[in-house]
């Protein structure tokens, strides 16, 4: 089993900039792909951005393209999500995710297709 530990949360003024880490314990072996989930106090946890461990691959929800970029680095098994021009709308706890085996033709939106989660990490955006 995948282990995943996010960092990086923190308290930043709107327009501001943001980066979160994601370390696994494994990621270019077992896992397809790692994304970023969030989740706003009364909402429901929404897919923000996955890159595929191999390739690079990398995808977007429309709400953060042109903001967020989404990153690998295999030498330490770890994602990076960097946030710029941040909203108040972003503000939530950010999960890291990691997909073994994918299903449907946009697998990275689900969460179904996601097996391990990370502990998640606070992002506060004041305005």
């Known amino acids: 089993q995948v282990q995943l530990v996010e960092s990086g949360g923190g308290s930043v003024q709107a327009g501001g900039s943001l980066r979160l880490s994601c370390a696994a314990s494994?990621?270019?072996?077992?896992?397809?792909?790692l994304g970023w989930f969030r989740q706003a106090p009364g909402k429901e946890r929404q897919f923000v951005a996955a890159?595929?461990?191999?390739?690079?691959?990398?995808y977007y929800a429309d709400s953060v393209k042109g903001r967020f970029t989404i990153s690998r680095d295999h030498a330490k098994n770890t994602v990076y999500l960097q946030m710029n021009s941040l909203k108040a709308e972003d503000a939530a706890v950010y999960y890291c995710?990691?997909?073994?085996?994918?299903?449907?033709?946009?697998?990275?939106?689900?969460?179904?297709?996601?097996?391990?989660w990370g502990q998640g990490t606070q992002v506060t955006v004041s305005s």
């Open positions: 995710a990691a997909c073994r085996a994918p299903t449907g033709s946009s697998w990275y939106l689900s969460e179904s297709n996601y097996n391990n």
């Open positions: 494994e990621g270019s072996f077992s896992t397809y792909a």
């Open positions: 890159v595929t461990w191999r390739a690079g691959t990398t």
